[in-house]
């Protein structure tokens, strides 16, 4: 079963313009991840935020984490042409395992 | 450095045939290993994961089956393959709970 939701399942902006998306998870967690997949290619991790932690930033990316509503959100900076992909959200438990959530495409436009 | 190599990277197969993919990781000792299997435009769902050798947890009931004959190689195998089971497999390990994960190129199969 997948855990997380991403929203919205599509977005399409203009290069230089900001990108958000958001995720939605149901039970509790150790960490949520975020990872981008180009079109027909494995996955990517971007960066992990621990259950404990708020927010965290790594080069344009800035992910947030709530976990009294849990959420998230993934907000890509000045976004450019090569960051149009797929972007999922998955979120580890007390387990070594991962779940999933559907993912956001996004498309930027140069 | 750490690499995982997965293959062959397309693959179609009629309906009835066995299958069996490949993955195999480098520069690293006792990973986690995961397959995943996406269909197209959606999620990822978990099919099978291992702790060890040996060890393999299987996450959905289905005509797929999974080995870890050696530390850092994890074979994902069918002794016949349905229409349903086409879709784009990916091979993924990781070093535990804190840790992200790497993940292979992937395995698009199409069964006719």
């Known amino acids: 079963s997948q855990q997380g939701e991403e929203d919205p399942q599509a977005l399409s902006i203009q290069e230089g313009e900001n990108a958000t998306m958001n995720c939605s998870y149901k039970t509790s967690i150790n960490n949520l991840q975020w990872y981008r997949q180009n079109s027909g290619r494995g996955l990517v991790h971007l960066i992990l935020?621990?259950?404990?932690?708020r927010e965290k930033h790594s080069g344009r990316l800035r992910v947030t984490l709530d976990t009294s509503k849990k959420s998230s959100s993934l907000l890509i900076t000045a976004s450019r042409a090569a960051d149009t992909a797929s972007y999922f959200c998955a979120t580890a438990r007390n387990t070594d395992k991962l779940i999933f959530g559907t993912g956001t495409r996004l498309q930027v436009f140069p | 450095s750490q690499t995982i190599h997965q293959w062959p990277a397309t693959l179609v197969q009629p309906v009835g045939s066995p299958l069996s993919l490949e993955c195999t990781v480098e520069g690293t000792s006792n990973p986690n290993l995961y397959w995943y299997r996406q269909a197209a435009g959606r999620g990822l769902q978990l099919l099978f994961y291992s702790v060890g050798i040996g060890q393999i947890s299987s996450e959905v009931p289905q005509n797929l089956s999974a080995s870890r004959p050696q530390d850092r190689q994890f074979i994902l195998s069918s002794k016949k393959l349905l229409l349903s089971d086409s879709g784009f497999y990916l091979c993924?390990?990781?070093?535990?709970?804190?840790?992200?994960?790497?993940f292979g190129s992937g395995t698009r199969l199409t069964v006719v």
């Open positions: 993924a390990w990781s070093l535990g709970i804190n840790y992200g994960y790497t």
């Open positions: 935020i621990r259950s404990n932690e």
